[in-house]
């Protein structure tokens, strides 16, 4: 049977860096970012990782919300 998924859902302020882009919190894993898309009424994409350890099959979406000035992250899974 398939394991256990597990969801959740972080949502957080962020900085800007010198030339205009968000600076994304970091959760002490390394990713590889595999694509993103435009989402309506926002400036930034929605972006996609998955976890870079070998045989983990975690992913998250990161949202920036500019007009609140929030990092909201979606993580789908359980770090192997």
Known sequence: PKSQQHNRIVKESYKMDASGHPIMPDDGYSWRKY?????????????????????CNVRKQVEVDAIEGTVTTQYEGTHT
Do not use: A
Not at 35 to 55: F, N
């Open 35 to 55: 694509g993103q898309k435009y989402v309506k009424e926002s400036p930034h994409p929605r972006t996609y990782y998955k976890c870079t350890h070998k045989g």
